[in-house]
């Protein structure tokens, strides 16, 4: 994967919570290109596997319930600097944190049910996007 994109998850909460449409307006508004779209769910094994850097951490095993409770929307992203500017798109992990205008202040709870998901480098966009699409997937 080129090193313009980044990997998103729309989480569960936003789902849930009918999110999808005004998240992916602000995403795209924000100009981002959408390589790769699908609504799924993780399975137990999936998130694990997905948060695996977490799994020392004590909100691990809240963390997997959480994002295998529902359906998400994962997506591929595509921009210049897309890792960082999508991250400086959604904001901090805690909303309480976040800056006005991000993506998690707007539509996320806690720091727990955070909204959405951004890779954090590059490295971990293309494993992160090749978790969950393969190459005829990808736009
Ligand atoms: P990030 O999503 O902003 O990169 P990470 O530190 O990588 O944040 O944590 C991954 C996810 O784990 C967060 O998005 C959030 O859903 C969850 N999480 C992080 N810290 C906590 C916590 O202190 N309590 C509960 N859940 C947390
Ligand atoms: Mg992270």
Redesign the pocket.
């Known amino acids: 994967m080129a090193t313009n994109r980044t990997f998103t998850m729309l989480k569960p909460d936003s789902v849930e919570k009918g999110n999808i449409g005004p998240i992916l307006e602000k995403i795209t508004a924000s100009g981002f290109r959408i390589v790769a779209m699908k609504l799924t769910q993780m399975t137990t094994a999936d998130a694990q596997a997905f948060?695996a850097i977490?799994k020392e951490r004590p909100?691990f095993g809240?963390?997997v319930e959480y994002m295998t409770r529902g359906p998400i929307v994962a997506a591929i992203l595509e921009k210049d600097n897309a890792v960082e500017d999508f991250r400086t798109l959604i904001g901090a992990?805690n909303p309480a944190e976040a800056a006005e205008g991000t993506i998690r202040k707007l539509y996320a709870a806690s720091?727990?049910e955070?909204a959405v998901?951004g890779s954090?480098s590059d490295e971990n966009a293309a494993i992160e996007g090749a978790f969950h699409f393969s190459g005829r997937e990808m736009f």
């Open positions: 948060y977490h909100f809240e963390l992990t720091i727990g955070n998901h954090d």
